[in-house]
């Protein structure tokens, strides 16, 4: 799944949020993994869409890919210097 060009990163993380609180967990996994792709991801939005997809799979049963979403999390906060990010990803 592609991230959709007319949507932003604002946007792309509502609707994966929508779509998971919907059900449509793998659609949700998708818009997440593409809107990561993204060149040039700003720290809160890559946070943001790294603890989605984690608590993603983590509703899927894939408990390891959630558990590497969080690391990434984490180190992705501590570059940032994001200690709220950094406790989000240890919880």
């Given at each position: ?47 943001a ?10 509703a ?32």
């Amino acid at each position: 799944m592609t991230t959709p060009p007319d949507l932003s990163l604002a946007q792309a993380l509502n609707h994966a949020q929508a779509l998971h609180w919907s059900g449509r967990q793998p659609e949700a996994e998708g818009l997440c993994t593409a809107a990561l792709a993204a060149p040039t991801l700003p720290a809160p939005q890559q946070l943001a869409l790294l603890e989605l997809r984690s608590e993603i799979r983590f509703a899927l049963g894939r408990f390891a890919e959630a558990l590497a979403d969080a690391d990434a999390m984490l180190k992705a906060a501590k570059k940032a210097q994001d200690a709220t990010g950094q406790s989000r990803a240890q919880s």
